[in-house]
């Protein structure tokens, strides 16, 4: 009898997630209560799977929460814009600026000094945009509105290409992977290694309040430090790694399976770091090498048989370098820590 | 209050009297003494307005669109190289029907680069759905933006004031700067038409595709236009207000029984007004035509004025490369089915000196009906002439830049 009384907290699935139903209601993410904002609604466009619709909607909907719904949205051009809009639908419930590309982040410090200049401060700004108009044409800006410590929070959802465009390697595309202008064809098939760039590290360089990254994976983390950030004033940082079904060459039903991979394979580091220091690091459980996360893809399938053996030996202990170097530098494994 | 001051530090203390909420600045000359001087009046705490140093002009457009997407009130002044790069923004602010106010500075577009004065930076955003206006002073530098602040908020369109690079903003001169009190009266609190407000959420800039897209674009074109009706009566409060004539649409001159018209923009009219003057008092029925707001282009009150000339003289600071005048063609436009000859007098690039005499030149030529169709004036028919076979004759002739520059030094040491 009294046996049954103690709450039982036991980690239901293999990844470790810890099921909703077994946190106290008060801990409970706002993705599962029946009443969360729903900043973006249903019957938008996106492809089956989007990694990028429902990291928009985890972090709109946490963003709402904490600031009750006291919250303006400004958009980069690109898949969640295209997606979620052309008029006269709108799959946004909260006030929504879409002006161009490169711009956002400017747009948002627009946004922030007017409503400061109005007196309406209690109104927070989150601007967003994807890899291609984070890392590559909209760095300037973000630099800048970094650099001022603008009252803004800036997402980047890396789907590590331009989607929109139809799949063009941006300086997040992962070396190896096939995009529409990284062929697999030639001496080194795919995208090419030693190029590219880390927003999370370039953003903790102009030492601004708070840098994170986070993952569809793991979505009691991701709300945290969305509310994290918005309990913070000044600029700060938010990167969310979305599997794109479309671009990836995956199945629709692995978006989650490969956010959980690129994690635990140490790919994509999960972390926090206040004023350029890193204070916070997932680290990995469960570790997984980094075939099982290449194999799920398309574009990588250069890399292995048929039969799914990995093929590209050199390529693929490079990528597992990269993987390792990662696990090391920001503290993932418990060994390190 | 009658000030002597620099044409910058007017149009700064203007915008300052027109109480915008956000300011960006990003230097570039010769706009930069505009924006330093209302940055001191935010710093010193003579101005309430958030004062953004932003990292490029595309970050100062973009600044001002979400400044005002939110109800700002938003300004910045720019010129030349910034307003390129920020070029997409312009197109932006204007499709979104944003009532932003920016201060063109004007000053020509390279490659070569070049500081100095003329009107290539505003001809080249001609299109793009703002309200242009042109200074011909500094007094009209600061009427016109307080102008444009009403005008910009009661169409929802963005405004840009032009004014001529070092010729005005540099010019130290006696203005009337008007009183608080009299700006309070004339520009009542922004009302935005769409805005982002938590309580009524809306999605702004969503695409447009071809279902729609012309009637949009043509609503854009109507409410742009729009200024044509507005302007007038506008100005014509302001002016009494202010108690001076506030520019509107198209500023005549010696018009009464002209045969010749020179139609120009900006500063340039102070020249032309002046070789007017010379050539009325030798008898020759000559006036001026100044136009004030080139965009929209005040179609019918141009045909009005110009109803009586039997030849037209367009005067203009830019040109369209490998065609002509630009404000010559509208013009020629205007008077489609006149029959009456159209000149066109490109002047004033790069800051070149437009001298009275080689105006009257001009003007003398069109009297005599001698004038031919388009003429650059003071050009250096003998440099080009060198230039143009030293590239007949050498592949790899090097750059034209520099070659005529070299020509010019070696003439004037021989
Ligand atoms: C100035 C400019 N250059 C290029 C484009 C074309 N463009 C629109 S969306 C897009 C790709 C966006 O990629 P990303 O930012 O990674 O977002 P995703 O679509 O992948 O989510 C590109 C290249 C544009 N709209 N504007
Ligand atoms: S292409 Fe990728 S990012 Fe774009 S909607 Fe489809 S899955 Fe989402
Ligand atoms: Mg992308």
Redesign the pocket.
């Known amino acids: 009898m009294s046996a049954e009384r103690v709450p039982v907290r036991f980690y239901q699935v293999g990844s470790f997630a810890v099921g909703n139903r077994l946190v106290s209601a008060d801990r409970r993410n706002a993705q599962s209560d029946p009443q969360r904002a729903n900043s973006l609604t249903s019957g938008h466009r996106a492809c089956a799977g989007c990694g ?1 619709a429902l990291g928009a909607r985890y972090a709109l909907d946490a963003a709402t929460r904490v600031t009750n719904g006291q919250l303006v949205a400004v958009n ?5 814009e295209v997606f979620s809009t052309p008029y006269p639908e709108t799959s946004w419930q909260l006030p929504w600026l879409h002006s ?3 711009n956002s982040p400017s747009v948002a410090t627009g946004v922030a000094a007017g409503l400061r200049s109005l007196g309406k401060s209690e109104v927070r700004v989150v601007a967003q ?5 984070t890392a590559d ?1 909209g760095m300037g800006a973000l630099s800048g509105m970094f650099e001022r410590n603008d009252d803004v929070l800036y997402i980047c ?1 890396d ?1 590590e ?5 139809g799949v063009q390697r ?1 300086s997040a595309t992962p070396g190896a992977a096939r995009t529409a202008t990284t062929d697999v064809v030639g001496e080194h098939p795919g995208n090419v290694f030693g190029t590219g760039k880390f927003v999370p590290a370039i953003a903790m360089a102009h030492e601004i309040p708070y840098v994170a990254t986070a993952s569809v994976a793991d979505l009691f983390d991701l709300e945290t430090k969305v509310e994290r950030a918005m309990s913070m004033h000044g600029a700060r940082y938010l990167h969310i790694l979305v599997p794109c079904p479309l671009g990836w060459g995956s199945a629709s039903s692995d978006t989650i399976r490969l956010s959980r991979l690129a994690e635990e394979t140490g790919l994509f580091p999960v972390f926090e770091a206040e004023n350029g220091e890193l204070t916070g690091s997932r680290t990995i459980r469960h570790r997984v090498p980094v075939e099982e996360y290449l194999r799920l893809q398309r574009r990588f399938s250069h890399l292995f048989t048929r039969e799914g053996e990995v093929k590209d030996v050199a390529t693929v202990a490079r990528i597992q370098a990269i993987a390792d170097r990662n696990i090391r530098r920001y503290r993932l494994s418990e060994e390190v820590s | 209050m009658l000030q002597q001051i620099e044409g910058s530090r007017a149009v700064a203390s203007a915008v300052a009297l027109c109480r915008p909420n956000v300011v960006c600045a990003y230097p570039i000359s010769p706009q930069t003494h505009i924006i330093e001087a209302i940055g001191a009046m935010v710093k010193a705490g003579e101005l309430d307005a958030e004062f953004v140093n932003v990292d490029s002009e595309m970050a100062a457009m973009s600044v001002l669109i979400g400044a005002s997407a939110v109800g700002a009130r938003a300004y910045t002044a720019t010129a030349s190289q910034g307003l390129l790069y920020m070029m ?1 923004a312009v197109y932006n602010v204007a499709g979104l029907g944003l009532p932003a106010v920016m201060t063109l500075a004007n000053r020509a577009l390279g490659a070569p680069i070049n500081i100095w004065n003329d009107h290539s930076d505003a001809m080249s955003v001609r299109d793009a759905g703002w309200v242009q206006l042109f200074a011909e002073t500094n007094q009209e530098a600061i009427d016109l933006h307080i102008l444009a602040f009403s005008l910009a908020e009661e169409l929802s369109v963005p405004v840009m004031v032009c004014v001529d690079g070092f010729i005005l903003t540099h010019a130290i001169e006696r203005v009337d700067v008007p009183e608080q009190t009299q700006v309070d009266r004339l520009l009542a609190p922004f009302e935005p038409r769409h805005v982002l407000d938590p309580h009524d959420p809306v999605s702004i800039g969503a695409m447009v595709g071809p279902d729609a897209f012309t009637e949009v674009r043509y609503l854009a074109s109507i409410r742009l236009s729009r200024a044509l009706d507005v302007l007038p009566p506008l100005a014509q409060r302001h002016s009494d207000e202010l108690a001076r004539s506030v520019p509107s649409l198209v500023s005549p001159y010696r018009l009464d029984d002209a045969d010749v018209v020179v139609v120009a923009m900006g500063s340039v009219l102070g020249t032309i007004k002046d070789v007017i003057d010379e050539m009325r008092d030798d008898g020759h029925a000559i006036g001026a035509l100044g136009v004030s707001c080139f965009r929209p282009f005040p179609k019918d009150q141009i045909r009005d004025a110009l109803a009586g000339a039997s030849r037209v003289v367009v005067v203009e600071k830019a040109f369209s490369l490998g065609y002509g005048g630009i404000l010559a063609t509208d013009i020629a436009l205007v008077l489609s089915g006149r029959g009456i000859p159209i000149h066109t007098v490109i002047a004033g690039l790069g800051g070149r000196p437009v001298w009275a005499a080689s105006l009257r030149t001009c003007f003398n030529e069109a009297v005599d009906a001698t004038l031919s169709e388009t003429t650059f004036l003071d050009l250096d028919e003998e440099v080009v002439a060198r230039e143009v076979d030293r590239m007949a004759a050498t592949r790899r002739s090097g750059p034209s830049a520099e070659n005529v520059l070299r020509d010019l030094a070696e003439r004037s040491r021989t």
């Open positions: 990028e980069a051009t690109g898949c969640l161009l590309f490169a945009g994807g890899d291609g108009g044409i959802y789907n290409a331009y989607m929109n465009t941006s | 997409e």
